[in-house]
């Protein structure tokens, strides 16, 4: 009977105990986090660069268009159709070059803000194993928390942590 007394009471114990649950935005935690308010200035000066090339690039190629169709009627067409040959495999190299560098540019950010969301991801875990949290949600336009108390929000604390070690 002893036993029984004892092992309901303890159920009851479990029983009450609730999770600690908390939740963070995750728009506001990648919005404000330096590291990656400092990748998105680093490739977007990046992509201002390889627009300038490419520009450059654009314009030089015109020119030399230019250049052939001025030239065309005093060519033979057999001279005429070599370099328009020539120039159309020249246009199409180029474009070929221009995209393959915006697809490494656009592919080396993806791989820093991915990194950067891996690194929020497990500075959320450590915060909550060391503040006793059994979850921490995701809030925010994307996230799964409806509702929430202003108290469960962890978002500025966590924030706080981030910012804190980007800077060290």
Excluded: H, P
Excluded at 123 to 143: H, V
Excluded at 154 to 168: P, R, S
């Amino acid at each position: 009977m002893k036993k029984l007394i004892l092992s309901l009471a303890l159920l009851g114990a479990v029983a009450c105990q609730q999770n600690k649950i908390g939740y963070v935005d995750n728009e506001e935690i990648l919005n404000d986090y330096q590291a990656k308010i400092d990748v998105e200035a680093k490739f977007k000066k990046k992509a201002e660069t390889l627009r300038k090339k490419t520009d450059s690039l654009s314009q030089s190629f015109d020119m030399e268009k230019k250049s052939f169709n001025s030239k065309l009627k005093s060519m033979s067409q057999k001279n005429a159709q070599e370099q328009y040959d020539l120039l159309q495999e020249k246009g199409q190299f180029l474009g070929r070059q221009i995209q393959q560098e915006q697809q490494q540019l656009q592919l080396a950010s993806q791989t820093e803000i991915d990194s950067i969301i891996s690194d929020v991801k497990e500075e959320i875990r450590k915060y909550g194993e060391a503040n006793g949290y059994s979850y921490i949600l995701s809030g925010g336009e994307n996230g799964s928390v409806l509702f929430g108390n202003d108290k469960d929000e962890v978002t500025e604390a966590v924030l706080k942590i981030l910012n804190d070690n980007y800077k060290k």
